[in-house]
């Protein structure tokens, strides 16, 4: 069972950054895919970026691309999502996702509002 705890989000201006982090335990950490989603009021949860075990491939939604950039340290039990350039339309709770061939694992999500 992994255990995963996101932080790092908040109220930020439009073109401003902030960096998520998501802290795991409970598993071998290594061996996750890891992911982030968010959800935005009223929407369903979208996946924005993922990023294999070995940090070697990262993958992003098209409307982040260029704009956010997703890392991982295996060593700290650790993915992290840079996010510069915010818009409005990224405003949402931030959810981190573990995945281990069809075993998928959520933490409690952390809000990022950006004002315009």
């Known amino acids: 069972q992994v255990q995963l705890v996101e932080s790092g989000g908040g109220l930020v201006q439009a073109g401003g950054s902030l960096r998520l982090s998501c802290a795991a335990s409970?598993?071998?950490?290594?061996?996750?895919?890891m992911g982030w989603f968010r959800q935005a009021p009223g929407k369903e949860r979208e996946f924005v970026a993922g990023?294999?075990?070995?940090?070697?491939?990262?993958r992003y939604t098209d409307s982040v691309q260029g704009r956010f950039t997703i890392s991982r340290i295996n060593a700290k039990n650790t993915v992290y999502l840079q996010m510069n350039s915010l818009k409005s339309e990224d405003t949402g709770v931030y959810y981190c996702?573990?995945?281990?061939?069809?075993?998928?694992?959520w933490g409690q999500g952390t809000q990022v509002t950006v004002s315009s």
């Open positions: 409970g598993g071998t950490f290594s061996g996750y895919v």
């Open positions: 996702n573990a995945q281990r061939w069809s075993t998928f694992y």
């Open positions: 990023i294999s075990r070995d940090g070697g491939l990262q």
